[in-house]
Nanobody, 124 residues
């Protein structure tokens, strides 16, 4: 069973950086593609970034492209999201997720396992 545990988020000023991590505490997730999603108050959950199981392929939402970087370390069973040049509109609860799908998935319904979520707040 996959159990995803996210690191604490935080609060930063606009232009700042944060790094989120997601660890699988139960077993290796080397064969799972991973994704990050976020949900702001009053809004639907949205895709942020995804990475293939090998780490060779990544995909980003247009809103974060060039600012966020997704990565993974299968030896450590972790996936990370480096967030730079943060904007107030990046404020949301961020979730990591794992999918057994062979493809990089952009839709949340395609993910099988989810972390508990972590709050990121960006002030102007």
């Amino acid at each position: 069973q996959v159990q995803l545990v996210e690191s604490l988020g935080g609060s930063v000023q606009a232009g700042g950086s944060l790094r989120l991590s997601c660890a699988n505490s139960r077993r290796t997730f080397g064969h799972y593609n991973m994704g990050w999603f976020r949900q702001a108050p009053g809004k639907e959950r949205e895709f942020v970034a995804a990475i293939s199981w090998s780490g060779d392929s990544t995909y980003y939402a247009d809103s974060v492209k060039g600012r966020f970087t997704i990565s993974r370390d299968n030896a450590k069973n972790t996936a990370s999201l480096q967030m730079n040049s943060l904007k107030p509109e990046d404020t949301a609860i961020y979730y990591c997720a794992a999918t057994a799908s062979a493809a990089i998935e952009l839709r949340g319904v395609r993910y099988d396992h989810w972390g508990q979520g972590t709050q990121v707040t960006v002030s102007s």
